[in-house]
């Protein structure tokens, strides 16, 4: 695939599945679903990608392999949304923010969180959109990282829907040292209330769309 020739490596791979089917081991199996859906991601054979890479899914959560399972799901994720299948890229979106919170990989929790947010806006669901990004920037303060990106979406935000507040702090905190955003959503505004993520630094929780 390197080279391009994705004709070829279709044609390898598909009898590398066959193989795999038949050995039934699915650790192999999942890994040749999932080049296999590199392999029709590249030819722009989105449908066939996202099938291929659901069923790789499937088997990494048959023998749980976390890591491997939130990447696969962080990518049917992105998949999904790039063909308007918002509230499905939704549920995958979850899915990832699950096995990386398992992991305890915040950076990787943020960055997954921070792309459902985009999902959200992208539904209009600014209020939820705005959790999201916060608990992602919360996340990236924790881990001594910038904060702009979550900010600049936050404060891109319709004010219509969501009013900020900004808080000062009397002395600076070191890295690592958890505090409350600056950017911080009015609770009069906000309609919705089941839960999907706890965070100390949230007023909130966040909802869970998977369910």
């Known amino acids: 695939m390197r080279e391009g020739n994705y004709p070829e490596a279709e044609e390898l791979l598909q009898e590398a599945l066959v193989s ?3 050995i039934k081991t699915p650790w192999r199996l999942a890994q040749v679903l999932g080049s296999l859906g590199l392999c029709l991601r590249s030819q722009d054979r ?6 291929a890479y659901e069923e790789s899914y499937a088997s990494y959560q048959e023998i749980s392999l976390v ?4 990447s696969t799901a962080a990518i049917v994720a992105e998949l999904k949304r790039n063909q308007g299948a918002r509230r499905e890229s939704l549920v995958w979106c979850n899915s ?15 960055a997954c969180l921070g792309e459902k947010a985009k999902v959200l806006v992208d539904m209009e669901e600014y209020d939820e959109a705005a959790l999201h ?3 992602s920037l919360i996340l990236d ?12 979406h936050l404060s ?16 600076p905190r070191g890295v690592g040292v958890l505090q409350v955003s600056p950017l911080l959503c009015d ?3 906000l309609q919705r209330r089941l839960p999907q993520l706890r965070s100390p630094g949230l007023k909130l929780e966040i909802r869970n769309w998977g369910k």
């Open 96 to 110: 990832a923010i699950s096995e990386y919170r398992k992991m305890g990989d915040k950076y990787q929790t943020s």
């Open 20 to 22: 795999a089917r038949r």
């Open 141 to 152: 303060q924790e881990l001594g990282y910038g904060m702009y990106w979550n900010q600049q």
């Open 133 to 135: 990004f916060e608990a």
């Open 46 to 51: 989105f449908d066939e990608a996202i099938k």
């Open 187 to 189: 609770v009069t505004k």
């Open 156 to 171: 891109s935000l319709p004010k219509s829907i969501i009013k900020w507040e900004s808080r000062k702090y009397a002395k």
């Open 67 to 70: 890591e491997e399972s939130a």
